[in-house]
């Protein structure tokens, strides 16, 4: 077999598993930890029931998802990666970082709750020796963020020992990683504050994304 057929073959497989509709924002909402049906239905956003049932199916199918038994007092069944699963990880976040090339600096004010911890692993690429624990809470959402040997761990939740905590309106929220000065005084801002410029330095983005006013202006 030649090394480029295996190369396309292998592509192939992938997006035979995850190409379809709504399959990689199941991956990305899976990422941060599992959710019920209902909760997973409401962080994709506009997934028809019968389409998102379908392909849960299909990603079990294919060892992508598995289904497991929240502890009490949850007591419901919910979704979660498998490690197939979670492999997926990298390449999603590689895969985002490339389409802000193509995305809408304006569209940063349409940032939700639920994506606000995806949006910030998207524009931060931290260097390998920084270590800090980052706590996000926008709506009635929190994730803690754990930035250690290059890589950010992200998962739903309080961080109660987060150094830093940024609370407020996604679009806030960014403006003030990206932007500062005025644009932290909308937002809670808890813990070392000048660990904001240490997440600033490693903010990476399009430029026309740090002129945009949604994130410029806060």
């Not at 038994?69 to 990666?81: F, I, K, Q, W």
């Not at 800090?132 to 994730?143: A, H, I, K, P, V």
Request: aromatic fraction near 4%.
């Amino acid at each position: 077999m030649s090394r480029e057929y295996s190369q396309s073959c292998s592509l192939a497989c992938a997006l035979d598993r995850v190409g379809e509709r709504w399959s990689l924002l199941i991956v990305r909402e899976l990422l941060l930890g599992p959710l019920r049906f209902s909760d997973l239905a409401r962080s994709v956003g506009g997934a028809p029931t019968d389409v998102l049932t379908k392909r849960l199916r299909e990603m079990e199918e294919h060892g992508i998802v598995c289904r497991r038994e929240l502890a009490p007092p949850a007591s419901a069944v919910a979704y979660e990666l498998t490690e197939i699963g979670r492999g997926l990880e990298k390449p999603m976040l590689e895969l985002g970082r490339w389409g802000l090339n193509f995305d809408e600096a304006g569209n940063a004010a349409d940032v939700t709750p639920a994506s606000l911890a995806t949006v910030v692993r998207l524009i931060l690429q931290p260097p390998s020796g920084t270590e800090l624990t980052l706590g996000l809470r926008s709506g009635d959402l929190s994730y803690r963020l754990r930035i250690e040997d290059g890589w950010i761990e992200a998962s739903r939740g309080e961080a109660t020992d987060a150094d830093l905590t940024l609370a407020g309106d996604p679009t806030d929220v960014l403006a003030a990683i990206v932007s500062g000065g005025p644009a932290e005084s909308g937002i809670e801002i808890q813990g070392e504050q000048g660990l904001l410029e240490d997440l600033r330095a490693m903010v990476v983005l399009p430029e026309r994304f740090r002129e945009a006013a949604p994130l410029a202006s806060g």
